[in-house]
């Protein structure tokens, strides 16, 4: 059973560089998130995406794009990593707007 | 007012303790309510959802109050794998928050 799958698991960027967050569900969701998880600031919502070819602005959207063009997968774009965007990088995809989030092992992002 | 708070703990229980976790939400119209758990250096994972009429799950008894906008999750004769950070979660309904909104987690620590 893969559900949610990330990769990579752990990158480290210099400032300035380019890269993809690639994150696929084998569950036939309709919605997919990309949250980031900071020390004392809980996930985050980045973009969200209702559906194939459809995406939205979370919370902390500056600084990363993102696309849906396949159900299964739910790209994050950083095109100039910065220091700020070290982090933790959780996908996570739902079946509706009102059921559970199922949650991938993460990506482990530092912008030296 | 956050849409999610908790408080943060961190509790610290012998094994065998019992040990509540309170959860408010700012969202009147919300309408799916859960409780995660989450592993050091590990992804969110679902452990109970949280129904108008309370729910139990083995040691785990979540209750919602919706006149107070109020979650609880009780835990049990504490077992030292319970060790872990909680988090509420809550859908929103419109703005940028995208779907869930998670609270920054209570974290437990039982101890031998």
């Known amino acids: 059973n893969a559900g949610v799958t990330q990769t990579p698991k752990f990158r480290v960027l210099k400032t300035g560089q380019s890269m993809t967050l690639l994150c696929a569900q084998d569950?036939?969701?309709?919605?997919m998130y990309w949250y980031r998880q900071d020390p004392g600031m809980g996930l985050r919502l980045i973009h969200y995406s209702v559906g194939e070819g459809t995406t939205a602005k979370g919370e902390v959207p500056d600084g990363y794009n993102v696309s849906r063009l396949k159900k299964q997968n739910f790209l994050l774009g950083l095109e100039s990593a910065a220091p700020s965007q070290t982090s933790v990088y959780f996908c996570a995809s739902s079946s509706t707007r009102d059921t559970e989030a199922f949650f991938g092992q993460g990506t482990r992002l530092t912008v030296v | 007012r956050k849409e999610v708070e908790q408080d943060p703990g961190p509790f610290n229980v012998p094994e065998g303790a019992t040990v509540a976790f309170n959860c408010t939400y700012s969202?009147?119209?919300?309408?799916?309510f859960f409780w995660y758990r989450q592993d050091c250096r590990k992804e969110p994972k679902l452990l109970m959802s949280v129904y108008s009429s309370g729910n139990e799950d083995g040691r785990f008894t979540a209750q919602l109050n919706r006149a107070s906008q109020y979650i609880s999750l009780l835990i049990r004769d504490s077992k030292l794998s319970d060790s872990a950070t909680y988090l509420c979660v809550v859908n929103f309904r419109g703005g940028s928050q995208g779907n869930l909104i998670f609270g920054k987690g209570t974290k437990l620590s039982v101890k031998p």
């Open positions: 969202n009147s119209a919300s309408q799916s």
């Open positions: 569950m036939n969701h309709e919605y």
